[in-house]
């Protein structure tokens, strides 16, 4: 054990932590309550300008950086060890508060009742982003300073797919230098089991648009005009099959199996499989490996939407001259979004789609932190003392978070957060954060803070 | 010819319709000024009434008769010679007049300009019903009375489909009894060229549903949870391939090819390959027979709707729990809808898709009119004496009417018409008759009455 990180220091952070939670609920209140809703531009800014505000004031070193859309948040400050740095990502857009009518409180002032705080974006990001500054308050009210160096990056257009993100972080990659980065998402199963994902699979993300006509026509026409929906349903009957089984021509072909290590977390997991299927009313799902983790090693083709033709009530007989359908794709280590794309529209023309158009609408690969780094068993050391068990560790997520960033620069990522499973209604309405969850996570990022990189 | 139909006769029948237009359409305009919207169930009762009205007022004894739906108008006048008898169907509903804001007159107020009058239901069905009663005016008006009985059966369904008329018809068959039904949609080709049609295609219009999971799911459980769009992806792409070939188990079974006489009709056809080609921006149809109206011979499979998961702009990685597609196929001689309705049901449990949900919106048998009934020449030979040129007569149209409630009890149907082409707007704004068109009508119609059944 590091040092700094006595029981009589951490006991010290801890009543910090519990001390002064009424000063980061404010800061958590002042950040809510900009409605910085990323698909509608609102309220950018503002809410960038506020965390820089709240950064600096931590001794910061900041810059507003542009990026082409919304402006990443660059944050420095130096620790008593120069050689080592550590890096938070974090996000301060947020996702609309539409429907309004289903949310208790105002989604854009933070309400504290039954244990919680509730509003859009008190967990994702802006909660997560408060408690981080929690921990690294009580380091510094407790120790005098930060132990290591500290880099911030909060970018504002997560909720909008990080479009600009890649290219920054490019242009960025010398003062981005870090020994580890703290990514967002983390915190407990619903049990308070501490969760630890070290992988995110990536993303490719299109839409098919079939046009056949000038316009609609009426349905005595079908031996005569092709009929887009018609167009695209074959496409799409051609791209996978009944069985799930994906039919784009080397598709898999830079799938890997999960490694030694991955093997060894993935046989420690819970099994999952009823917990799933009583989520979704299912007598059995597509594939029930165990533990259900190990299906996130798979990709997958999903149709997200289809729209075509009449979509009302009862009958009307129309040739849909226009149909589109939205695709997402799960891509597994070591596929690529771009390459991926270029065999998907490989496929359509070989399968005499040539008149399909393909969309690119977003592409991340996947990203994953090897399960052995001193990080990861940091951190998984540092779980169990702050919540009382030995945290689960999943080698693989099923979704996408841009963390190959910084993974496939040879930096290890990792998540301690507010989180609590999936009930922290994120992206709906009435999000809210358990104070409980907040003190949580401060606890455990102050320790990593205290100790990193304790090898 | 008969005796009634003099030229002397003819001519005085003409200068009637001439000299009397304005009380039509101030008929007419009655009749538009009720928005009896089939959908909305509006102005029904209204529109009923005043269709009974008219008719009385032309000496017909007449009810109002319940159907489960919208009530049928039933009438029946006596003719000198008694045995032998014309019905008329037409339908006193009409199509929503949405959207508004496109109608340069309001749509329940007949507006005439520029040689036309314009409202909704002018020409469809409102329109056809008062040239009926303009004719039988003027044939009364100049030979003191009606030559044979006539019929009248106006209903409020047409716009809905009609479900509830084979009931009513079967239930009231006796006093339907006639030697020949004068249908609607009848009129000329865009160059004036008036056209019959013999026949109609029938029609199954079915729903698949699925339903995958309780509620629609985060993308990233893809590999776990199925996805009620592509359920109905392959369910539908097992039932017609790329080439168009309906796949579904005894599809084809009832299928008759065209007789000797249909032939012989096709054959005297004008081709239109190049005007579908130019109406729809295709280089090519998807069968270039020629004439096009051999097409019609064949059965189709059409997805006129699909509806899954997001369609909004941009990406959302959702799978869908819920997914629908509207189908409907255009059935040709011998080919039955509820037949067809079981090889669906069956086809879908025998490819492994009993999940799937196949819901039966709505059923017409097709129908045709011998092409050597007489009343089909003496139509015929009417139009030529009328229009000034020899009609084109189709004996299968692309689309669907319930022709088949008279045809299938041995009843030859016609239908000389006020349309002009597809150019009337019939189900859009701004539809509209041209008085020209109107009167042709008129007089095409008081000469069928006169000389009917001539043989």
Redesign the interface.
């Known amino acids: 054990m590091n040092v700094n990180a006595t029981t009589e220091v951490t006991d010290k952070i801890d009543e910090h932590i519990e001390q002064n939670l009424d000063g980061w609920l404010d800061e958590l209140a002042r950040l809510c309550a900009i409605p910085s809703v990323s698909a509608r531009h609102e309220g950018i800014a503002e809410c960038a300008a506020l965390v820089q505000e709240l950064l600096q004031k931590r001794g910061f070193a900041t810059d507003i950086s542009p990026t082409g859309g919304h402006p990443v948040v660059y944050g420095r400050a130096e620790g008593a060890d120069q050689s080592h740095t550590l890096l938070f990502y974090n996000h301060y857009d947020v996702q609309p508060a539409e429907p309004l009518e289903l949310w208790e409180t105002p989604p854009f002032e933070l309400s504290r009742r039954d244990g919680a705080v509730f509003a859009r974006g008190a967990k994702d990001d802006k909660g997560e982003f408060i408690a981080r500054l929690a921990a690294i308050d009580a380091v510094k009210a407790v120790t005098g300073g930060y132990p290591c160096n500290l880099l911030w990056l909060a970018e504002g257009e997560e909720e909008?797919?990080s479009v600009n993100l890649p290219r920054w972080v490019a242009e960025n990659r010398d003062r981005l230098r870090c020994d580890a980065a703290v990514w967002e998402e983390g915190g407990t199963e619903s049990d308070g089991t501490p969760m630890m994902r070290l992988g995110a699979?990536g993303?490719l993300?299109v839409e098919l648009r079939a046009k056949t006509?000038?316009?609609d026509?009426?349905?005595?026409?079908?031996?005569?005009?092709?009929?887009a929906?018609?167009r695209l349903?074959?496409a799409?009957?051609s791209m996978?099959?009944?069985d799930?089984r994906i039919l784009i021509d080397g598709f898999y072909d830079a799938v890997r199996t999960p490694t030694e290590a991955e093997d060894g977390l993935l046989a420690s997991l819970p099994d999952r499989v009823d917990e799933?299927r009583q989520?979704?009313?299912?007598d059995r799902?597509?594939?029930e490996l165990s533990p259900?983790d190990r299906?996130?090693f798979?990709p997958?083709?999903?149709?997200?939407?289809?729209?075509?033709?009449?979509?009302g009530e009862?009958?009307?007989?129309?040739?849909?001259a226009e149909?589109?359908?939205?695709l997402?794709f799960?891509l597994v280590p070591n596929q690529d979004p771009q390459d991926i794309f270029r065999k998907v529209r490989r496929h359509l023309d070989s399968h005499?789609f040539e008149d399909v158009e393909l969309v690119d609408?977003?592409g991340e690969p996947p990203g994953v932190t090897e399960a052995d780094a001193p990080v990861v068993r940091l951190t998984a050391e540092i779980a169990e003392e702050v919540y009382g068990k030995a945290p689960q560790i999943a080698p693989l997520?099923?979704?996408?978070t841009p963390m190959f960033l910084f993974t496939q620069a040879g930096v290890p990522v990792i998540a301690p957060g507010v989180g609590w499973g999936s009930a922290n209604r994120a992206h709906s309405p009435n999000e809210f954060v358990r104070i409980e969850d907040f003190k949580l996570a401060a606890r455990h990022l102050a320790r990593l803070v205290l100790r990193f990189p304790e090898t």
């Open positions: 909008s797919g699979r993303l993300y006509l000038s316009r026509a009426h349905s005595g026409g079908a031996n005569l005009l092709p009929n929906a018609w349903i074959w799409l009957s996978k099959d009944a799930e799933y989520e979704f009313g299912l799902l597509l594939t259900i299906a996130f798979e997958t083709c999903n149709v997200a939407g289809f729209g075509a033709g009449y979509q009862g009958s009307k007989t129309v040739i849909p149909a589109f359908a939205k997402d799960r005499g609408l977003a997520s099923g979704g996408t």
